[in-house]
């Protein structure tokens, strides 16, 4: 079977791996985007002395710094080994390597034992079986990846009605299945999926973290139903890409118990498949509200509805921007980043109701969780995008680094001030128990709802959901008990005022951006 490559270029990878557009590059190099096109279509290879391939990995380097380069380390793992343990620089150099390289055709046609057609000696598959959890693992990324060699437009259909152990078991399988997806997505296709979510809340949430960046792209609809187990009832996976090949395993719901997965490409089977599956999608109750950059005046009203009801709840994300910066100055980052003026007042108007929401002291907490690498990212860079006002906006709205390490010193004074009680409890996370949540910001309310976006840096095209809401009790449950897990993880003098005051206050005076090298077109090769 000859096999379409979706990627004609690693270059070609890369941007969809982080979802930036050719457009976007080019203003980012200071180039023409026809340029960025060649690399793409692999018309134009990228040199090897070339100042813009430092640029471009600079670039890519800058975007993955916040997640440990766990996007980069993934992405690469493929071709280099010991990535886990390797530097910045290591990474660096790693990718442009992998840059210069051609894209190996061999890797892309993986085609579950050649599409279930002749073996080499010559004997017909009628199906396939994987064993255990290993093998159902081994059999989803061949299908992943057996879709990556079709034409774009493909249709996964999935319900999965199993414990998802076989999934939750192992985080680099985790880290792999992610970065596939995203590439299948990315190549013009489609997920439905049905998913159960009466399961314990640790492997519901754990599971439903590692879905989000799929669901904020916008080509992944989901749904939920109850699977009402027992001890005695059947465990369902099936797993349809459509017209080309099923993935089928019944099993006992029974952790302890690893069963068979079958895979079949039978065109009667195929057809029937399909039509048994959507008797379920017909009566599954979508997972997440999605709303997307027009829809500011809906979420406001939703987020009106919901912010004032007192009871505990987290926040997570990169920087509390609610309780530190003034309504004034947050008008005047709005009239600088041009933001017209019915936007401004809607985005006034939602900024004052989370403002009146954190200041409640009724007894309820609320909580702040605020990854401390991130941070030191941030502080890092030129220009900083502020997240909950660039999603009200619409767009990115950027202050200058010298802002952003002001508002830094401005809460760290807040904190040790008694008189000060907007930020009532907060603590600065470590990597181990934040990187679940890379690129991603969160509020949860303990009963009523949870709220998921983006960082600015991943705002998509006006297609791609720029927020999630849900008020399914079990998804609320699960995310606010692992939110509840992650500050109870925290040592208890971390999460003092006085400790997050200084830590912050070490920071501001210790890290810094660093030079920014030359625009590209004015650097000259010696």
Excluded at 34 to 59: E, F, H, M, T
Excluded at 277 to 297: G, K
Aim: hydrophobic letters at 35%.
């Amino acid at each position: 079977m000859s096999a379409n490559h979706t990627y004609r270029s690693h270059f070609s990878q890369l941007l969809s791996a982080f979802r930036v557009s050719g457009t976007e590059l080019a203003d980012v190099l200071h180039i023409d985007s026809s340029l960025v096109s060649k690399w793409k279509n692999n018309k134009r290879s990228l040199k090897g002395n070339s100042p813009l391939l430092n640029s471009i990995a600079d670039y890519f380097i800058s975007l993955d710094a916040f997640s440990d380069y766990s996007n980069l380390r993934s992405l690469l793992s493929a071709e280099f080994t010991n990535l886990d343990s390797a530097t910045p620089e290591q990474i660096r150099t790693a990718l442009k390597r992998w840059l210069l390289s051609t894209v190996d055709a061999q890797a892309e046609t993986l085609s579950l034992h050649d599409y279930l057609s002749s073996s080499r000696k010559g004997k017909e598959y009628t199906h396939l079986q994987f064993r255990g959890n290993e093998g159902k693992r081994e059999a989803i990324l061949g299908l992943l990846r057996l879709a990556l060699t079709l034409p774009s437009g493909q249709e996964l259909w999935c319900l999965m009605q199993d414990t998802q152990r076989w999934f939750t078991e192992d985080d680099t399988y985790i880290n792999t299945w992610e970065s596939v997806n995203l590439a299948f997505l990315a190549a013009g296709n489609s997920i439905r999926v049905i998913h159960t979510i009466d399961r314990h809340y640790d492997m519901l949430a754990k599971s439903l973290l590692s879905w989000l960046p799929l669901y904020l792209t916008g080509k992944v609809m989901p749904y939920f139903l109850s699977s009402h187990t027992s001890a005695e009832s059947i465990s369902k996976s099936v797993i349809l890409l459509k017209d080309k090949m099923l993935l089928y395993q019944l099993s006992p719901a029974n952790n302890s118990f690893e069963g068979t997965t079958f895979a079949v490409s039978n065109e009667t089977v195929l057809q029937e498949a399909y039509q048994l599956l959507q008797f379920p999608f017909s009566y599954a109750t979508p997972l997440f509200t999605a709303y997307y950059r027009n829809d500011h005046y809906k979420y406001a009203h939703f987020l009106s509805q919901m912010v004032n009801l007192d009871e505990d709840q987290y926040v997570f994300m990169r920087f509390p921007f609610v309780n530190v910066i003034p309504t004034v100055q947050i008008q005047e980052i709005l009239e600088e980043n041009q933001v017209d003026d019915e936007t401004r007042e809607r985005t006034l108007q939602a900024c004052s109701a989370l403002k009146t929401d954190a200041r409640k002291n009724t007894g309820r907490h609320f909580r702040y969780l605020i990854p401390k690498t991130q941070l030191e990212a941030l502080l890092s860079q030129e220009q900083i995008v502020l997240d909950t006002l660039s999603f009200f906006s619409g767009k990115p709205l950027y202050i200058s680094n010298e802002t952003f390490r002001n508002l830094l010193r401005k809460l760290s004074y807040l904190l040790v001030s008694e008189s000060h009680k907007n930020i009532h409890e907060i603590t600065l996370l470590e990597d181990v128990h934040a990187k679940q949540l890379r690129n991603l910001n969160m509020f949860v309310k303990k009963n009523t709802c949870t709220s998921i976006f983006n960082t600015p840096e991943h705002f998509g095209t006006e297609e791609e959901p720029l927020l999630l809401t849900t008020t399914e009790s079990s998804l609320i449950h699960s995310l606010y008990m692992f939110c509840d897990q992650l500050w109870n993880q925290a040592l208890p003098q971390k999460r003092e005022r006085t400790y997050v005051a200084r830590q912050l206050q070490i920071m501001v005076e210790t890290i810094y951006p660093s030079t920014p090298p030359p625009p590209p077109n004015l650097i000259t090769q010696k």
